[in-house]
């Protein structure tokens, strides 16, 4: 017991050898406080990556719906004018292109020319 005593109470003696150890204990200390904060942050930006990632996919995803609802609009109205427009072809064509009259004229035109031919 004296010896260790001795040993404690003997400073110049044990100065370097527990500055040396103190250097030791700090160093080992300061590498696990900081590998845990490496691991802190690293498990926080993943965190933050996943957000951001999930923000990214909800953004692409919201996108994709409204290109796919903006052509399904498209595609209905596209057939609402071709109906219309077919209507009014139709409309136009009875009214003023064709003539059910003349036309009825111009086969008999026809008949009366082919009997004449036929009796030449």
């Known amino acids: 017991m004296s010896h260790f005593l ?4 003997d ?4 100065v370097y050898t527990e500055y040396v150890a ?3 204990l700090q160093r080992y200390f300061r590498g696990y406080i900081t590998r845990k904060h490496m691991k ?5 930006a993943t965190i933050i990556q996943s957000n951001w990632r999930g923000v990214l996919g909800r953004k692409q995803a919201n996108r994709v719906i409204k290109n796919k609802l903006d052509a399904m609009y498209q595609k209905f109205y596209d057939k609402s004018a071709i109906m219309i427009q077919k209507a009014f072809r139709g ?3 009875r009214k003023y292109v064709f ?3 003349k036309m009825k004229e111009k086969l008999n035109n026809v008949c009366i020319r082919n009997e004449e031919v036929l009796h030449f």
């Open 11 to 14: 400073p110049p003696h044990n």
């Open 40 to 44: 802190f942050l690293h498990k926080k």
């Open 91 to 93: 409309f136009y064509v």
């Open 6 to 9: 001795a040993n404690i109470l």
């Open 99 to 101: 003539s059910f009259y």
């Open 22 to 24: 103190a250097q030791t």
